[in-house]
Structure formats: structure tokens, C-alpha cells
């Protein structure tokens, strides 16, 4: 069955940088757009970013355009979210999605 796993959450000040990845496994992980949402406290879930099968077209939110970078590397069946210039309202839960599945989730906590 579909499963992905997020990591590299965790705390960081204005400004900083994270890399969150997810490693999928149970599908043609390389056949599927991939996609990341977050949740913030007391919000809905909202689409971050998206990136095609083959990785040659992506997407963002307003919010994030030119701050994250979304990538793929299909020989390792992952995906990642790159945040640079990361804000107090960039503060969530980040999910990846592909093929219907999610992931647990990571926790992104920026400090000021």
C-alpha cells in the first residue's frame, strides 16, 4: 500500500532554512505528481506546492512562491521541499500526497 514518510522538521529562526523530505514506497513512486500541504494550528490543510511525474513542471501557493523549491529524485522514490526565508506563518504540520496516500506529517516551528 501507499506509504510516505516525512522528515526534517523542526525549529528554526526568521529567515532560516529547512529541508523536508519524503520518501514514498508502495506505488510507481515516478508515474505520479507529488504534491505538499501544511496545517497550522486552528487552520485548514492548504496545498503548498506541486511537482509533476518527471519533475519538469512545478507549482506553488502564493504565499510560498519563491521561497520553497519542490523536487524529486525518482531513483530514490523522494521528494522534497526546500524553505528558504521561512516566516512565523510558515509555522505547520507539512504533509506530502501522491497517489490518494499521506504522510504522518513534520513539524515546521519558526521562531522569531
Known amino acids: 500500500q501507499v506509504q510516505l514518510v516525512e522528515s526534517g522538521g523542526g525549529l528554526v529562526q526568521t529567515g532560516g532554512s529547512l529541508r523536508l523530505s519524503c520518501a514514498a514506497s508502495g506505488f510507481a513512486f515516478s508515474m505520479y505528481f507529488m504534491r505538499w500541504y501544511r496545517q497550522a494550528p486552528g487552520k485548514e490543510r492548504e496545498w503548498v506546492a506541486t511537482i509533476t511525474s518527471g519533475g519538469d513542471s512545478t507549482s506553488y501557493a502564493d504565499s510560498v512562491k519563491g521561497r520553497f523549491t519542490i523536487s524529486r529524485d525518482d531513483v530514490k522514490n523522494t521528494v522534497y521541499l526546500q524553505m528558504n526565508s521561512l516566516r512565523l506563518d510558515d509555522t505547520a504540520v507539512y504533509y506530502c500526497?501522491?497517489?490518494?496516500?499521506w504522510g504522518q506529517g513534520t513539524q515546521v516551528t519558526v521562531l522569531t
Open positions: 500526497n501522491g497517489k490518494g496516500g
